[in-house]
Each structure stands twice: as structure tokens, then as C-alpha cells.
């Protein structure tokens, strides 16, 4: 049975940093394909970034270009996302998700999901 288990979220003042953690089981972590997405109430999900693990493979979204970095560390079936300059607009719940086949950043194509960690910044 697949699990993703997030963690690493919190409150924080615009500008601040967080790192949020993914621990994944019952999944083959190595070349796979895993993301960061985010959904604010009201909204859509969106994707932040997302990472093949057998590669150096990236995508980010444009709103957090620069600021985010995605990595993984395959030893620890571990996805991270280092989250910089926050801004009131980061405010969402982030999700880490999985996927089984090609390269893909559009949320319906994931097929594994955690439970999601709340990230709030206040201006």
C-alpha cells in the first residue's frame, strides 16, 4: 500500500522559509515521477513542482520560480521542497503526489496523494 506522509509545514511571516518533507512507502521511489502541489481555498489545485527521481529533471511554476527547490533523496524515499521569500499567496494547503508512468505536471495524472500539510504566511 502506497503512503505519502508530509510534514514540514507551519506559520510563518512573508519573507520567512519553510521545508516541507515527503516520506514515501509501498512505492518504488527510484525513477519515478513525484510533485508538490498546492491548493488555496477557493482555488484550484495547482502544481508547484515537480521532479523525476532517476534524474536531475525539474519543473517549477512560474509564481515560485527562484524561490522553491524541489529535491529528493532516493536513500530515504524522501521528497523535499525548500521554500523561500514566502509570500501571503503561498498560503495554501501543499500536497505531495506520485505518479506512475511518463513526466507529466497536471494534477489528474498523479495517482498517489498524502494527506496534505498547511502552509500559511502572513503579510
Known amino acids: 500500500q502506497v503512503q505519502l506522509v508530509e510534514s514540514g509545514g507551519g506559520s510563518v511571516q512573508a519573507g520567512g522559509s519553510l521545508s516541507l518533507s515527503c516520506a514515501a512507502s509501498?512505492?518504488?521511489?527510484?525513477?519515478?515521477?513525484m510533485g508538490w502541489f498546492r491548493q488555496a481555498p477557493g482555488k484550484e489545485r495547482e502544481g508547484v513542482a515537480v521532479?523525476?527521481?532517476?534524474?536531475?529533471?525539474?519543473y517549477y511554476a512560474d509564481s515560485v520560480k527562484g524561490r522553491f527547490t524541489i529535491s529528493k533523496d532516493n536513500t530515504k524515499n524522501t521528497l523535499y521542497l525548500q521554500m523561500n521569500s514566502l509570500k501571503p499567496e503561498d498560503t495554501a494547503m501543499y500536497y505531495c503526489?506520485?505518479?506512475?508512468?511518463?513526466?507529466?505536471?497536471?494534477?489528474?495524472?498523479?495517482?498517489?496523494w498524502g494527506q496534505g500539510t498547511q502552509v500559511t504566511v502572513s503579510s
Open positions: 509501498g512505492y518504488t521511489f527510484r525513477n519515478r515521477v
Open positions: 503526489a506520485a505518479k506512475i508512468g511518463d513526466v507529466c505536471t497536471t494534477s489528474s495524472t498523479y495517482n498517489f
Open positions: 521532479i523525476y527521481t532517476g534524474g536531475s529533471w525539474t
